[in-house]
């Protein structure tokens, strides 16, 4: 199978990164188009894969393609390359917030396509990813797209409709996170702990939560309670952040994310 990249950015380096990885195709098999040489450069450094600024000739030799371009600039790649796709590649766009009608309509004619929302933690193989597809991608074409965005952390099948709700809780969210972890931090430091510690402190309580929350049977109020004790210090954290609105600013938060990527999708 050859794979090939029109966009060779950080997602796109993650997604070849994780396909070498986990040995579903080999450097030799991996083809990548962008109009940055330097970005280029760096991949073919780093993966040893092929590299050019042609996005057609990645298109004609490749048997899945990969569109790792901005919203802004997908429609222009795609009127470059339509002519020579063909109704047999399967074509993955990871696009923010455009619809798989809008894609097909681009391309005017019939093209087995899946659409991807990955996050930023793929760069350190711990993403999620949702997947949805049109009518013509077969069984075993979504099980190579499901099986490349899983060698970058986890990835789901969903239903088209919620892309913009995946958007918010998991494509955006590592911002929150990051903002959480960093508020984290600056408290410790105010309680005279030293930055670089403190980070580290932060970062690990988030990621141990997170996986306490994937890997036991129980549920994350569960989780949380089991922290909580009587009369301590936890209940009295967890009460300062009712008291100022923490779940809900996190749900507002999500929200208004997720409307922003629905208006993105009406342009």
Known sequence: ???????????????????????TANAANISVSDKN???????KNEYGVYTTDDNREVVRISDVIFLCVKPQILYGVIDEI???????????????GQAIADIE?????KIKLVRVMPNTPALVGEGMAALSANGNVTDDDMKTAVGVMGSLGKAEIVP?????????????????VFMMIEAMADAAVREGMPRKQAYTFAAQAVMGSAKMALETDSHVAELKDMVCSPAGTTIEAVAALE??????????AMHECAEMSRRMGRK
Do not use: C, Q
């Open 1 to 23: 199978m050859k794979i090939g990249f029109i966009g060779g950015g950080n997602m796109g380096g993650a997604i070849i990164k994780g396909i070498i990885a986990s040995g």
């Open 37 to 43: 040489a330097d970005a280029l450069r760096a991949l």
């Open 82 to 96: 339509k002519d020579v796709t063909n109704g047999n590649t399967l074509i993955i766009s990871i696009a923010a």
């Open 105 to 109: 309509n681009a391309f005017g004619k």
């Open 160 to 176: 088209e409709h919620l892309m913009d709700a995946v958007t918010a809780v998991s494509g955006s969210s590592p911002a929150y």
């Open 243 to 252: 008291k100022n609105g923490f779940r809900n600013a996190v749900m507002e």
